[in-house]
């Protein structure tokens, strides 16, 4: 099936650094979401964006529509130990009948205390 | 609850047993998920429920794979003779249209081993 193309796959950063993750496609979707995934949990939604260009921060978290519609961009600023799990963008072609949701593969996050 | 909420969180089958997975999504949400994660695999696609229309059901990767949806609400998933490589955990999610646009939010998952 299609696949959204995330990059990078994973990272291991010191904390209080910051953190840019990002995913393209060759299609276009009418919205994009950023989720994270702890150990053992379902993924939890952190940014919704429903409009190309639309820039949406949430705490430390800042993520991006890109302009093309074929793109999108998650920053965590000042990075914490609890920032530790796994990001996962994804697409959505629908929106007002709502669709399916495309996941990227998924960007495994490592901060050193 | 307010969240999505699956069971049985945890379920140990024999080869060869069928499985029943039970979602409840949030109230007041019309379109329902069913996602497939492997270890350390992303999401793939199983199954989609919006309303009264008929359900995608293109990600099913067999015909040991069928789900329904009753009353517009509760959605069960069946496997039927289960196969080792079923062994993965099975999200649900639920969303509703909004003012923005449809938000999809998920449930813990149940995990799936296959011995």
């Known amino acids: 099936g299609q696949q959204l193309n995330q990059s990078p796959q994973s990272m291991f950063i010191q904390e209080g650094e910051d953190v840019s993750m990002n995913c393209t496609s060759s299609?276009?979707?009418?919205?994009w979401l950023w989720y994270k995934q702890d150990p053992g949990e379902g993924p939890v939604l952190l940014i919704a964006?429903?409009?190309?260009?639309e820039l949406t921060s949430n705490g430390r978290l800042t993520a991006q529509f890109g302009i093309t519609r074929k793109d999108s961009f998650l920053n965590i600023s000042a990075s914490i130990p609890s920032d530790v799990g796994i990001y996962f963008c994804a697409g959505q072609k629908g929106v007002t009948s709502g669709s399916r949701l495309t996941f990227g593969e998924g960007t495994q996050l490592t901060v050193n205390p | 609850g307010a969240g999505v909420s699956q069971s049985p969180s945890n379920k140990v089958t024999e080869k060869g047993k069928d499985v029943e997975l039970r979602c409840d999504p949030i109230s007041g949400h019309t379109a329902l998920y069913w996602y497939r994660q492997s270890l350390g695999q992303g999401l793939e696609f199983l199954i989609y429920?919006?309303?009264?229309?008929?359900?995608?059901k293109s990600g099913l990767p067999s015909d040991r794979f069928s789900a329904e949806r009753t009353g517009g609400s509760v959605s069960t998933l069946t496997i039927q003779r289960t196969q080792q490589e079923d062994s993965a955990v099975y999200l649900c999610a639920s969303s509703v249209i909004g003012v923005s646009g449809n938000t999809i939010y998920f449930g813990e998952g149940s995990w799936l081993t296959v011995v």
């Open positions: 964006l429903y409009k190309a260009g």
């Open positions: 429920f919006q309303g009264n229309s008929a359900p995608d």
């Open positions: 299609s276009i979707f009418n919205t």
